[in-house]
C-alpha cells in the first residue's frame, strides 16, 4: 500500500486563509438546501486543499470555495470535491471538519466581477 506521500504527486503548502463556501444538499427529490459559511484553508497544493468547516459535508459533495487571489485584492473561486472527511470535537455541543478536496475546476474573474462598458 503506498504511503500517504507517495499518493501525492505535488507538495503541500501550509497556509493561513479564511475562506467562503456554499454547498448544495439534497433536500428531497425535487430540492436543495444551500449553505453559506466561513471556514480555513489549512493547507494547499497543485491538486487540491485541507479545510476546516463548521459544516459537515459527504464524500464526492461538491462545494464552491471563495478564497483570496495572490493578489490579495478579489477572491478566486474555486469548485472542489469532497474527497476525505473527518469530525473535530471542539467541544461537547460543536465539531468542526477536516475536509480532504481535488479542485474540479476556477471559475474565471470575468464571470465573477462582469464589466459594464
Known amino acids: ?10 507538495e503541500r503548502e501550509p497556509c493561513k486563509l479564511v475562506c ?15 449553505t453559506t459559511g466561513s471556514g480555513h484553508v489549512i493547507n494547499r497544493s ?3 486543499m485541507l479545510l ?5 459535508v459527504n ?14 485584492k478579489e477572491q478566486d473561486t474555486k469548485v472542489v470535491e469532497v474527497c476525505w472527511t473527518r469530525p473535530i470535537e471542539v467541544d461537547d455541543q460543536a465539531k468542526m471538519y477536516l ?3 481535488r479542485f474540479l475546476f476556477q471559475v474565471p474573474a470575468s464571470s465573477q466581477s462582469p464589466q459594464i462598458h
Open 99 to 101: 475536509v480532504g478536496t
Open 46 to 48: 497543485g491538486r487540491g
Open 52 to 56: 476546516l468547516l463548521p459544516e459537515k
Open 59 to 72: 464524500k464526492q459533495q461538491v462545494v464552491e470555495i471563495q478564497v483570496p487571489s495572490d493578489a490579495m
Open 20 to 34: 467562503f463556501f456554499e454547498l448544495t444538499t439534497p433536500a428531497g427529490s425535487d430540492a436543495v438546501t444551500l
Open 1 to 10: 500500500m503506498p504511503t500517504q506521500q507517495e499518493r501525492r504527486d505535488s
